[in-house]
């Protein structure tokens, strides 16, 4: 690693989003709305084991309510509708999240769609990812603006700066492309049809990389200097014959060459989890500025 090569920890930005959550959940409480997040797990997913733990491990210490729900893999389409629709319609129920990947008869996109806007706290809903493309940015997808957060760290200007994401998912590298475009990066996005993934990558001030491939980006695919943010969590088996928790960047030599990366574990991940909560509180926020427009008129009322 090079004298000045920084590792981007998640920890540190995760801490201090999570102080701010638990002031604004605290106020909330007291004012009467508890922020309650349900997670949905559909069937027996292993990707999702250690997202629920720490969603459920980091609500309870900031004070937000958790419910995990889990329906069998078998559940049809319009039983897990019917059920979101119930959640959509409990007051108490401030923020609903579906973990990926659901069975392959359950239609991600209408079940994401299914959740009501307001309580959309992960940013999936059509209306919510539309949002971000008219730059309204404070409830985007967690893992983008966990990941634009750390790049942020770095102290570079966005304005203007050379971006490249390679990986272009819905819920990962697309958002992460518009959040940059709001803040004046010069965006390329990258996916398999790129006919040179390693001659963009070059030329990236800062990476980013959501693909899903163990060591995928190599030291000689990296612009000397770049921020590296490295999106991937990979399960594998180690030397020692334990699971464990891979990157999508070859991190031992690409530390040579970049100026910045993002350990994993450690780095994106812990601040996805924090943004999730930060957006119940502005999922709740938004309930209440509703209750606020339908029924302050009532303040104003004549006394008899
Ligand atoms: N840290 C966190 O909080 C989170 C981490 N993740 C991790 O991020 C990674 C990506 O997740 P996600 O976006 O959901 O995955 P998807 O499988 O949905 O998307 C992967 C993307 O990578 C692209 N891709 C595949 N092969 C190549 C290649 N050889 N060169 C360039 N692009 C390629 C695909 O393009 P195409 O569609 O064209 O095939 C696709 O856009 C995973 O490791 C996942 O575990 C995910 C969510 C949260
Ligand atoms: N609807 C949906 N949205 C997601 O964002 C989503 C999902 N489904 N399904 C699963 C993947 C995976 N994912 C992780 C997020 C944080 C950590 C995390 O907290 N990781 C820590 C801890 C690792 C550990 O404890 O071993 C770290 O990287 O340091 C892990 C994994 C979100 N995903």
């Known amino acids: 690693m090079s004298d000045d090569t920084r590792y981007l920890k998640g920890g540190p930005v995760a801490q201090r989003i999570m102080a701010e959550v638990k002031a604004d959940a605290a106020a909330a409480t007291a004012e009467g709305f508890p922020p309650k997040l349900v997670s949905i797990t559909v069937g027996d997913v292993a990707a999702v084991g250690v997202y629920v733990r720490n969603q459920k491990a980091k609500a309870e210490l900031t004070g937000i309510g958790f419910e995990e729900r889990r329906f069998e893999a078998d559940i049809t389409a319009s039983e897990l509708e019917a059920a979101i629709h119930g959640m959509n319609a409990d007051p108490r129920v401030t923020g609903i999240i579906v973990q990926r990947p659901v069975p392959a008869h359950i239609p991600i996109k209408a079940i994401q769609a299914a959740i009501h806007p307001l309580k959309d706290v992960e940013g999936m809903h059509p ?23 750390l790049l ?7 304005k203007g700066l050379e971006v490249v994401v390679v990986g272009h998912s819905e819920i990962v590298g697309k ?15 990258c996916h ?4 040179s993934v390693a001659a963009h ?10 693909v ?4 995928m980006i190599k030291a000689d695919m990296v612009k000397p200097g770049a921020a590296v943010i490295d999106i991937g969590i990979n399960s594998e088996v180690g030397p ?3 699971n464990r928790i891979v990157g999508d ?3 031992e030599s690409v530390k040579d060459v970049a100026s910045w990366i993002t350990p994993v574990p450690g780095g994106v991940g812990p601040i996805t989890v924090a943004i999730l909560l930060r957006n119940t509180m502005v999922a709740l926020n938004r309930q209440r500025a509703l209750y606020r427009t339908t029924f302050g008129a009532n303040d104003k009322l004549a006394a008899e």
Request: glycine share 8%.
């Open 127 to 149: 209306a919510s990812i539309g949002n971000i493309v008219y730059n309204q940015l404070d409830l985007a997808p967690c893992t983008a603006a966990a990941s634009v957060e």
């Open 152 to 158: 942020k760290e770095t102290g570079l200007d966005l």
């Open 175 to 189: 958002p992460i492309a518009f959040l940059l475009m709001s803040e004046g990066a010069t965006v390329t996005v």
């Open 192 to 195: 398999h049809m790129t006919r």
């Open 201 to 210: 990558a070059r030329r990236a001030d800062a990476l980013f990389v959501a």
């Open 212 to 215: 899903g491939k163990p060591r």
């Open 240 to 242: 020692d014959g334990k």
């Open 249 to 251: 960047v070859d991190t």
